[in-house]
């Protein structure tokens, strides 16, 4: 792992020249936060990888040391970080941190895979409509924790994936994309989250690609194509 963070000095890295920008000729520039397994984080990496996706993950950070996603990273050849929550007075000092670091990779957008924290101003502020989440279920419904589980057990008939822009809010950013996962009167727990992690696999490098080519509008909560 590359850089356990004990210290909450900043460096002096800049933000991207090309923030913001798409470059038909260099692939964007993903930073992707997790906290967890990071089957996501792998299936972004593997399209960037295999060219399906004119991107590129330049670093992944995680607030959980033990977080197999870092593992996953540190076996692609991925720069990774650990950064500590505990060690910073705030959650303004944290992510100042963690801008730190994705400026030093260069990255144009941030991607949240199983990032169990509520991003705040200073990486809103940073990356304005450039942050997008995927949680895993039709939003509204079933926002927040375990939420395969809560559709499991209300009895829902259909599910599903969506991948949305990260507001301050939990899980309330305008929707980029959804598909429905339909739930079965055969299906388990298990079978159903299967079902779902395979749809989020495709999902998420479907929306990045419609993300990154730079034609998606916001208005209001609902989102547009420019020609
Ligand atoms: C996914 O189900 C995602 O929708 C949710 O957290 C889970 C992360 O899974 N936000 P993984 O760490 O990418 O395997």
């Known amino acids: 792992m590359r850089g356990k963070e004990v210290s909450s000095s900043k460096s002096?890295?800049?933000p991207p020249a090309c923030a913001g920008c798409t470059h038909a000729d260099r692939p964007a520039s993903l930073g992707i936060l997790a906290s967890g397994h990071g089957s996501n984080m792998?299936?972004?990496?593997?399209?960037?990888?295999?060219?399906?996706?004119?991107?590129?993950?330049?670093?992944?950070?995680?607030?959980?040391?033990?977080?197999?996603?870092?593992e996953r990273a540190k076996r692609r050849g991925i720069p990774h970080y650990f950064v500590d929550y505990s060690l910073y007075p705030?959650?303004?000092?944290?992510?100042?941190?963690?801008?730190?670091?994705?400026?030093?990779?260069?990255?144009?957008?941030?991607?949240?895979?199983?990032?169990?924290?509520?991003v705040g101003e200073v990486l809103l502020q940073?990356?304005?409509?450039?942050?997008?989440?995927?949680?895993?279920?039709?939003?509204p419904a079933f926002?927040?924790?375990?939420?395969?589980?809560?559709?499991?057990?209300?009895?829902?008939?259909?599910?599903?994936?969506?991948?949305?822009?990260v507001d301050e809010g939990v899980d309330t950013g305008p929707i980029l994309?959804?598909?429905?996962?339909?739930?079965?009167?055969?299906?388990?727990?298990?079978?159903?989250?299967?079902?779902?992690?395979e749809v989020e696999h495709r999902l998420y490098k479907k929306a990045l690609a419609l993300l990154i080519s730079g034609?998606?509008?916001?208005?209001?909560?609902?989102?547009?194509?420019?020609?």
């Open 126 to 139: 940073a990356y304005p409509q450039r942050i997008l989440n995927i949680h895993p279920s039709l939003l």
């Open 215 to 227: 034609r998606v509008e916001i208005y209001g909560r609902k989102i547009r194509f420019k020609n």
């Open 177 to 197: 994309q959804q598909e429905v996962v339909p739930i079965g009167l055969e299906d388990s727990l298990e079978s159903l989250e299967k079902k779902v992690h």
């Open 42 to 70: 792998e299936a972004i990496a593997e399209a960037c990888a295999r060219g399906e996706l004119a991107a590129k993950v330049s670093v992944v950070i995680s607030d959980k040391k033990e977080a197999y996603v870092l």
């Open 143 to 165: 926002p927040g924790l375990s939420a395969i589980r809560k559709a499991y057990e209300y009895g829902v008939q259909i599910t599903g994936v969506t991948v949305h822009f």
């Open 12 to 14: 002096s890295a800049e």
């Open 90 to 118: 705030n959650r303004r000092s944290y992510e100042e941190k963690v801008l730190d670091i994705l400026h030093a990779h260069g990255v144009q957008y941030i991607v949240l895979a199983g990032y169990m924290r509520v």
